[in-house]
């Protein structure tokens, strides 16, 4: 017998729970580190991490904010990130993954 090869399947990106958590919180606004902590609950050695990660494979992109509204903020310079479109496609492919991971943001958010 002969064997007939496997079709072609989409190939849905492999992204873990805590990115996938990252990449919610992000799209809903909460989109500089610490943000991203405290509406994760995720602790500073897995969110920066993941972040850098999530860069390197090109699903955010980051831009630091300037050093007069850091002054003005009484802070250092914070660094912001935004969802490019394939990290928006990757978002959309993770809720099928992961089907609660909206309402767990918007749980923590209070509008729920």
Known sequence: MRSTPNPPVALEPKLSHTAALILQSIHAG???GY????????PSGTVYPA????????LI???WESQSVADAG???PRKYYRLTRSGKATLRASHKRYPLLAKLIAVAEGNA
Do not use: A, W
């Open 74 to 76: 009484l802070r250092p």
């Open 35 to 42: 943000s991203v902590m405290e509406m994760t609950g995720l």
């Open 51 to 58: 972040l850098r990660r999530l860069e390197r494979d090109d």
């Open 30 to 32: 909460h989109v500089y």
């Open 61 to 63: 992109r980051s831009q």
